[in-house]
T-cell receptor, first 110, second 116 residues
């Protein structure tokens, strides 16, 4: 059974810092790995999707990497802004079915 | 990008009544959709897989007679919470994989259910 863990559970940083969010999964037989953002009381916004054959994906200030052999993915956020404050979720996909991580609550202070 | 909608966005109902939540893929067809539940400050937990034209597949611990799922067409899945109780109060979110996006999952905006 796939289990996905995220570290840290919460993170508070001043504006401008670069930061790394970690995601680990127990079963390396994944189809893809997806990162999401969730604002309080809202739905999910897809940030990046890394297919199993890929090593990383980039979108703007975000960069996500995937190492299937070690069961890890990282989300790198450059030059953080207060608007980045949200909960970040990673999810491992095993043929369409997603297993979500525990989430990292990020607070970026001005 | 692909769009998934949910209706209603929030609903308040009395204990013992039933509530139906709709999930629609607006610009693509989805033979499979997924229903998740999220309690406050917790992550999303998969409840069931909705399959067009066949029975839904429920995750362990989810009561299929309480959470009725109907995938009536390639663009619509419904989740009915029957005989709702306060402990069913939660945030319900659906998703659908889009083949063109490498099976990237697109999520609806969620439905906040409060049972009084």
């Amino acid at each position: 059974k796939q289990e996905v863990t995220q570290i840290p559970a919460a993170l508070s940083v001043p504006e401008g810092e670069n930061l790394v969010l970690n995601c680990s999964f127990t079963d390396s037989a994944i189809y893809n790995l997806q990162w999401f953002r969730q604002d309080p009381g809202k739905g999910l916004t897809s940030l990046l999707l890394i297919q199993s054959s890929q090593r990383e994906q980039t979108s703007g200030r975000l960069n996500a990497s995937l190492d299937k052999s070690s069961g890890r993915s990282t989300l790198y956020i450059a030059a953080s802004q207060p608007g980045d404050s949200a909960t970040y979720l990673c999810a491992a996909t095993g043929f369409q079915k997603l297993v979500f991580g525990t989430g990292t609550r990020l607070l970026v202070s001005p | 990008g692909a769009v998934v909608s949910q209706h209603p966005s929030w609903v308040i109902c009395k204990s013992g009544t039933s509530v139906k939540i709709e999930c629609r893929s607006l610009d693509f067809q989805a033979t499979t959709m997924f229903w998740y539940r999220q309690f406050p400050k917790q992550s999303l937990m998969l409840m069931a897989t909705s399959n067009e034209g066949s029975k839904a597949t429920y995750e362990q611990g989810v009561e299929k007679d309480k959470f009725l799922i109907n995938h009536a067409s390639l663009t619509l899945s419904t989740l009915t919470v029957t005989s709702a109780h306060p402990e069913d109060s939660s945030f319900y979110i659906c998703s659908a994989p889009h083949r063109g996006g490498g099976y990237e999952q697109y999520f609806g905006p969620g439905t906040r259910l409060t049972v009084t």
